[in-house]
């Protein structure tokens, strides 16, 4: 079982703490543990219903109703305020909800009812983006174990690789070409597909080389396909202190290309970066960076 204290639930859950706080001693919706030193501590029950009374709140319930409701009420009820993918937070419960109870039916489900109702890449940004930063802050806590963040990872990636694959290959000559890769011993790779889709999506040329490439490929590689950008995103890989030098040599290896940067370790304030590199800090900079560099308009609607 995990173990949250009451400001790990106020960054999961969006409600703060004196009002949580307020919730416990009013209406009883929780009643944490609390440790020698009178210090609350929750656990994994505590977070579900925490989750489920915020999204009925948030869509104008009273709380003095919702902390009367039983937990197959509670779950009835927030199941309902799902049905409206325009209403992001639900969706994003549902999400969390589903993979603390490793549930991959009502993952799908969900994912797949947003997008055909707002599209995929709205659904990407606001719910897919606040919900892995949830499972971040689960993840930080010890609350949530290997296979439920696998679960709910590998979903993800089938769902953003049938996007792409759902796309037409551009071949325009006028078209941007890129190359998209991981480095060696990189494996986070939901970030990049995503990229890959943005950029598919607005009609870019993209050669998608995904995980683990060795950087010393990535020459032969250029030279073959000729690309005028190429993206990578750095989450683990490499060592920061070894960050400067993984730059510098592929700056040499590719002078004469545009690289952009993406990810945890390229946010560094003192990183100084070679010529001819971009660091991105969200993917809304992507997104207008494919949007700048787009030969037409084919965004979804």
Same mark, same amino acid.
Request: hydrophobic share 40%.
């Given at each position: 079982?995990?173990q949250?204290s009451i400001?790990?639930?106020?960054?999961?859950?969006?409600i703060?703490?004196?009002?949580?706080?307020? #919730?416990?001693?009013?209406?009883?919706?929780?009643?944490?543990?609390?440790?020698?030193?009178n210090?609350?501590?929750y656990?994994?029950?505590?977070?579900?219903?925490?989750?489920n009374v915020?999204t009925?709140?948030?869509?104008?319930?009273?709380i003095? !109703?919702?902390?009367?409701?039983?937990?197959?009420?509670?779950?009835?009820? &927030?199941?309902?305020c799902c049905?409206?993918?325009?209403?992001?937070?639900?969706?994003i419960?549902?999400?969390?909800? +589903?993979?603390?109870?490793?549930?991959?039916?009502?993952?799908?489900?969900?994912l797949?009812?947003?997008?055909e109702?707002?599209?995929?890449?709205?659904?990407?940004?606001n719910?897919?983006? $606040?919900?892995l930063?949830?499972?971040?802050?689960?993840?930080?806590?010890g609350?949530?174990? $290997?296979a !439920?963040?696998?679960?709910a990872?590998?979903?993800?990636r !089938?769902k953003?690789l +049938? +996007?792409v694959?759902a796309?037409?290959?551009?071949?325009?000559?006028?078209?941007?070409? #890129?190359v998209?890769?991981?480095?060696?011993?990189?494996?986070h790779?939901?970030?990049?597909?995503?990229?890959?889709?943005?950029?598919?999506?607005?009609g870019?040329?993209?050669?998608?080389?995904?995980?683990n490439?060795? &950087?010393?490929e990535?020459?032969?590689?250029?030279?073959?396909?000729?690309?005028?950008?190429?993206?990578?995103?750095?989450?683990?890989v490499?060592?920061?202190?070894?960050? $400067?030098?993984?730059?510098?040599?592929?700056a040499s290896l590719?002078?004469d290309?545009?690289? &952009?940067?993406?990810?945890p370790?390229?946010?560094?304030p003192e990183?100084?970066?070679?010529?001819?590199?971009?660091?991105?800090?969200?993917?809304?900079? &992507?997104?207008?960076?494919a949007?700048?560099?787009?030969?037409?308009?084919?965004?979804? +609607?």
């Open positions: 079982m995990g949250f400001k790990d639930l106020e960054s999961l859950s969006g703060k703490a004196h009002t949580i706080r307020m #919730w416990e001693q009013r209406y009883g919706v929780l009643c944490p543990e609390r440790t020698a030193t210090i609350r501590t656990c994994d029950a505590d977070l579900r219903r925490l989750l915020a009925l709140c948030e869509r104008g319930q009273r003095s !109703q919702v902390a009367s409701l039983s937990e197959q009420e509670l779950c009835r009820a &927030v199941a309902a049905d409206d993918p325009h209403q992001f937070n639900p969706q419960t549902a999400l969390l909800t +589903a993979t603390l109870d490793m549930d991959e039916a009502r993952l799908s489900c969900v797949s009812r947003a997008g109702e707002i599209g995929f890449e709205s659904t990407v940004m719910i897919v983006y $606040p919900f930063y949830r499972v971040g802050v689960l993840w930080q806590t609350s949530l174990n $290997p !439920q963040e696998h679960l990872t590998h979903l993800l !089938q953003l +049938a +996007a694959d796309l037409p290959v551009s071949e325009s000559e006028h078209a941007p070409r #890129w998209l890769f991981l480095p060696e011993g990189e494996l790779e939901l970030a990049l597909l995503f990229m890959n889709y943005l950029l598919r999506v607005r870019h040329r993209v050669l998608y080389l995904g995980q490439l060795p &950087v010393c990535l020459a032969k590689v250029c030279t073959h396909y000729k690309p005028q950008h190429v993206a990578t995103v750095l989450t683990t490499p060592e920061r202190d070894q960050l $400067p030098q993984f730059l510098a040599k592929l590719c002078p290309l545009d690289f &952009v940067l993406y990810g370790l390229v946010h560094q990183l100084e970066l070679p010529p001819r590199f971009k660091r991105i800090e969200r993917m809304t900079g &992507v997104i207008e960076l949007d700048q560099l787009s030969p037409a308009q084919s965004v979804e +609607a």
